[in-house]
């Protein structure tokens, strides 16, 4: 049962141009959502969250968005650069009788290419 | 200060040995999870220490694998009498005390690429 899903495997953008990561989930009990990437051969870095009680959150060139009627997630990147081609994970994690312990459930990962 | 640290990067064992992977967490960090991606999968769970006690090892696959942490620091991966369809790369990560209005971001390792042939 894949509770996070990305249904992209893949997506290229053009260097200067919008890049849009999106994902899905089925748990409605998910209330934090994460963006991770990752360069080969190196661990998942964090990149970007939400809370469940907000729909958008930006940060620089990156801004997820939430809508929680959709049980959908995306991550806009603003202008995409080629240092930003990576593979991208969405996860979530939710609370559990408010002793929660952070467990991330995560997406398959899309992998983006940026082109100069 | 340093981050994540894993031990190897690489292994290759024949199928039927057992490994041992380890994990250095962040210092400070009480929370430690263990985590493997297999080719073109994500990231799947497969156990949580708080501390030194492991409240929630569902994710673990088999009663061949197990997992300890000592101090409340590193942590061993054991996988016994390895099987092909071991092979994956294994992730620790670790993170802060948990506050759940702040969720969970977590701190990852670089892997160990796990090849059982």
């Known amino acids: 049962d894949q509770q996070v899903k990305q249904n992209s495997p893949s997506l290229s953008v053009q260097e200067g141009r919008i890049s849009i990561l999106n994902c899905d989930y089925t748990?409605?009990?998910?209330?934090?959502f994460l963006w991770y990437k990752k360069y080969p051969a190196e661990g998942p870095t964090f990149l970007i969250s939400?809370?469940?009680?907000?729909d958008k959150n930006e940060d620089g060139r990156f801004t997820v968005f939430l809508n929680k009627s959709a049980k959908h997630l995306s991550l806009h990147i603003v202008p995409s650069q080629p240092g930003d081609s990576a593979v991208y994970f969405c996860?979530?994690?939710?609370?559990?009788?408010?002793?929660?312990?952070?467990?991330?459930?995560f997406g398959q990962g899309t992998i983006l290419t940026v082109h100069p | 200060g340093a981050g994540v640290s894993q031990s190897p990067s690489n292994k290759v064992t024949e199928k039927g040995k057992d490994v041992e992977l380890r994990c250095d967490p962040i210092?400070?960090?009480?929370?430690l999870y263990w985590y493997r991606q297999s080719l073109g999968q994500g990231l799947e769970f497969l156990i949580y220490?708080?501390?030194?006690?492991?409240?929630?090892k569902s994710g673990l696959p088999s009663d061949r694998f197990s997992a300890e942490r000592t101090g409340g620091s590193v942590s061993t991966l054991t996988i016994q009498r390895t099987q092909q369809e071991d092979s994956a790369v294994y992730l620790c990560?670790?993170?802060?005390?948990?506050?759940?209005?702040?969720?969970?971001?977590?701190?990852f390792g670089p892997g160990t690429r796990l090849t059982v042939t």
């Open positions: 990560a670790s993170s802060p005390i948990f506050s759940g209005t702040s969720g969970s971001k977590q701190y």
């Open positions: 748990n409605s009990m998910f209330d934090y």
């Open positions: 939400i809370s469940s009680i907000k």
């Open positions: 996860a979530a994690s939710f609370n559990a009788g408010g002793t929660s312990y952070g467990k991330l459930t």
């Open positions: 210092s400070g960090h009480t929370a």
């Open positions: 220490f708080q501390g030194n006690s492991a409240p929630d």
